[in-house]
Nanobody
Framework: QVQLVESGGGLVQAGGSLRLSCEASGRRNFAAAMGWFRQGPGKERDVVATISGQGIPVYYADSVKGRFTISRDNAKNTVYLQMNSLKPEDTAVYYC???????????WGQGTQVTVSL
């Protein structure tokens, strides 16, 4: 079974940038469609962006379009989320997962906390 480990979160000021990484282990040549999700304080977990197994971004939430970029390196079994122009409302725990039609399709990792201050 694939295990996912997210990293790269932290505390950043509004307008700053972070790059999140999600490394998959337990399966060679991992090439499933992947997505990043986030869960803010008191909110449900929502999909942020998804990418095909071939590395084509498929979906961005309206709230992150133009600011976030999803990418992947299948040779490293890693999916990335470059986050620019961060806003306080981006504060959340960010998770990655395999996806089917924007829905998570596997077990969750521990996530990585992103906190954006004014």
């Amino acid at each position: 079974q694939v295990q996912l480990v997210e990293s790269g979160g932290g505390l950043v000021q509004a307008g700053g940038s972070l790059r999140l990484s999600c490394e998959a282990s337990g399966r060679r040549n991992f090439a499933a469609a992947m997505g990043w999700f986030r869960q803010g304080p008191g909110k449900e977990r929502d999909v942020v962006a998804t990418i095909s197994g071939q590395g084509i971004p498929v979906y961005y939430a309206d709230s992150v379009k133009g600011r976030f970029t999803i990418s992947r390196d299948n040779a490293k079994n890693t999916v990335y989320l470059q986050m620019n122009s961060l806003k306080p409302e981006d504060t959340a725990v960010y998770y990655c997962n395999t996806v089917v039609a924007r829905r998570a399709s596997g077990p969750w990792g521990q996530g990585t906390q992103v906190t954006v201050s004014l």
